[in-house]
């Protein structure tokens, strides 16, 4: 299994960007799908945007998809999410998840899950 921790999040203004990282342990960190999900207060979890193990696959939830980018450095066992333009609606608590299986939408895909980085973003 792999041990995941997300940084990079903080306190911005509407128009900002940012970018998340996902930092992961474990030799095998290549062999793993990661997907990124956020959670804002008082709402379910919901996808954002996914690549596989070599990087050449990527898939977006469609509210995300124009500024939203999730790429990976396999040398550096990290996954990053580069969020642009930052909305308010943007705000949330973002994960990042491993799985083996295929980088799905669906949650229950996802085997290792990190603790969240807080994104919070000012009008």
């Known amino acids: 299994q792999v041990h995941l921790v997300e940084s990079g999040g903080g306190l911005v203004q509407a128009g900002d960007s940012l970018r998340l990282s996902c930092a992961a342990s474990?030799?095998?960190?290549?062999?793993?799908?990661i997907g990124w999900f956020r959670q804002a207060a008082g709402k379910e979890r919901e996808f954002v945007g996914s690549?596989?193990?070599?990087?050449?696959?990527?898939y977006y939830a469609d509210s995300v998809k124009c500024r939203f980018t999730v790429s990976r450095d396999n040398a550096k066992n990290t996954v990053f999410l580069q969020i642009n333009s930052l909305k308010p609606e943007d705000t949330a608590v973002y994960y990042c998840?491993?799985?083996?299986?295929?980088?799905?939408?669906?949650?229950?895909?996802?085997?290792?899950w990190g603790q969240g980085t807080q994104v919070t973003v000012s009008s």
């Open positions: 998840a491993a799985t083996t299986i295929a980088t799905d939408p669906l949650e229950t895909v996802y085997e290792s």
């Open positions: 690549i596989n193990w070599s990087g050449d696959s990527l």
């Open positions: 474990g030799r095998t960190f290549s062999s793993y799908g």
